[in-house]
């Protein structure tokens, strides 16, 4: 039974004495070698016994005799050095396959089969799965390159490694997706060691010379490791209510709303979908001259309308396409399709207007932003005064590279309207800086005519943008009073509802009809 017991642990691959991968210490290596040499030992020893019998016999001559025992000798140690050259060929082999199986091949640390395969020895222990990711982190590849997108992985490791203790695990799943499993008792003692590792790897940014990083984690806490992957997809989904936001840098899975997500995530599947079907459509919101009542243009407004009818809001979808990326995809629609309304207005003999189109935050931070819209205008042979560009006041934030944007877009000809002014992030320092055509008052700031102080507010800051030289366009004008304060200010023209509502093309055509001075 002892022996029976030895040769188990020796031949078993489970027990990894012969067939180990290696990746272990020291002393286990030795023993694992020696283990190996006496196996092709004993292996020799038995092939050589019928010529032991011989050389002991006195049937041969002593030379003979003598050469058989060379033979004996010689067998021997062919067969222990065979044994020993086949068993490390295997381990070697062996070892291919674990790094293959288990090791991330950017860190050189485990993946997630490798994290898998740990925390399911652990069922019972209670802990926290953390997903991490790097918002925007697609925009240092493009605007670094690849390589310096994988030094800053490789940092970001590393802290990680760092920030883990005795008993917790991590792993690079893939691109800039990393998971975590932590121990700490409660949230207490958690949320202090993630805000610490957030930081770190938001410092990243000033050691590597990159854009800001801005890390995410999702939270799920469990007991329960069975469903590995639903834990971990709980953890992504935790983080979603912050995507996009740069607020904050971690949310608990139990924070969700759960319709809410049910909700977004059709969107996101049926998003293709939709744009090849021509769900998204185009409203017109007229921008009216103030003095006379005619048409000065008009701002295109994307509207989503289901198959069955539903109609859904900017501000249903445009928060989660900023999230996931789609709104890159949809400005380019937007953009397109005005230019082909435009192209189309043209050959009917119609005399044009701009219509200006929305760019996202998202769509400033690729590189080629300015060369993509100018190739798009110019495969529509329109003049880019007829297509003039929106960009919101928040999306000057934490760009610095705005004011080179603004200047890339006035070379190739567009005209720049500053969105949303005074919506919250107004520095009117900056407009010294960021040289917009024309500047949008938001509806907060129209919302102080018939107060005081508010109308004083609103004068000082026309006055200051019509000494730039700047425009000004007044949104979300509703009455008669504010019209004609408005009008006192010399504002250049006025989009709201006191004119007109968004209107979808045929209706924005006849409106035109009616508001041309002609």
């Not at 207490?188 to 984690?217: G, V």
């Not at 008669?480 to 009008?487: G, H, R, T």
């Amino acid at each position: 039974e002892v022996a029976k017991g030895v040769l188990h642990g020796v031949f078993n691959p489970d027990t990894k004495l012969l067939f180990g991968t290696g990746d272990t210490d020291v002393p286990y290596l030795l023993l694992q070698t020696v283990a190996i040499a006496v196996l092709g030992t004993l292996f020799g020893a038995i092939l050589a016994i019928p010529f032991a019998f011989l050389a002991a016999s006195n049937i041969m001559p002593k030379p003979i005799s003598y050469l058989f025992r060379l033979l004996i000798l010689l067998i021997i140690v062919i067969a222990g050095g065979g044994t020993f050259a086949f068993v490390h060929s295997i381990r070697i082999q062996r070892r291919q396959l674990y790094r293959l199986a288990y090791v991330d091949p950017l860190t050189n640390g485990d993946n997630f089969a490798c994290f898998k395969e740990k925390l399911s020895h652990c069922n019972g222990d209670s802990g926290f799965y953390v997903a991490l990711d790097l918002q925007d982190f697609k925009l240092i590849n493009n605007t670094c390159g690849v390589a310096k997108g994988d030094e800053t992985l490789l940092e970001v490791w590393k802290i990680l490694q760092t920030g883990t203790h005795l008993g917790e695990f991590s792993a690079h799943i893939n691109a800039d997706r990393f998971i975590l499993f932590l121990r700490d008792n409660d949230r207490c003692t958690l949320e202090p060691r993630l805000e610490c590792l957030c930081q770190d790897i938001s410092n990243l940014s000033t050691k590597l010379n990159i854009p800001k990083l801005f890390p995410l984690c999702g939270i799920y806490e469990t007991a329960d490791h069975k469903e590995i992957e639903q834990n971990y997809g709980k953890a992504v989904q935790a983080m979603y209510p912050i995507k996009g936001k740069r607020t904050r840098h971690y949310a608990f899975y139990d924070e969700l709303d759960i319709k809410q997500l049910s909700e977004d995530r059709l969107m996101e599947d049926v998003f293709e979908d939709a744009l090849k079907n021509g769900e998204f459509q185009l409203w017109y919101q007229p921008k009216v001259d103030p003095v006379t009542g005619n048409i000065l243009g008009a701002e295109a407004l994307i509207r989503w309308k289901r198959p069955d009818g539903t109609m859904l809001s900017p501000g249903k979808f445009i928060p989660l396409f900023e999230k996931n990326g789609n709104i890159t995809t949809l400005d380019e629609y937007v953009f397109r399709t005005v230019c082909a309304q435009q192209q189309r207005w043209l050959q009917a003999g119609a005399k044009l207007y701009p219509i200006s189109v929305n760019i996202s935050r998202v769509s400033l931070y690729y590189s080629n932003v300015v060369d993509k819209y100018r190739e798009l205008l110019n495969s529509f042979q329109l003049d880019p005064k007829y297509v003039p560009l929106e960009i919101t006041e928040s999306a000057t934030i934490n760009n610095s590279d705005i004011s080179s944007l603004i200047e890339q877009f006035h070379k190739a000809g567009f005209t720049l309207l500053l969105d949303d002014f005074g919506s919250g992030y107004s520095s009117l320092s900056s407009l010294n800086v960021m040289h917009f055509d024309t500047i949008k008052l938001d509806k907060s700031l129209i919302d102080y005519i018939g107060d005081r102080n508010g109308e004083k507010l609103l004068l000082h800051i026309t006055q200051l943008l019509q000494s730039f030289g700047m425009t000004i366009t007044a949104e979300g004008v509703e009455t008669s009073d504010q019209v004609e304060f408005l009008k006192n200010l010399h504002c250049d023209d006025i989009q709201g509802y006191y004119f007109s509502k968004p209107l979808p093309v045929n209706e924005f055509e006849d409106f035109v009809r009616k508001h041309t001075g002609l």
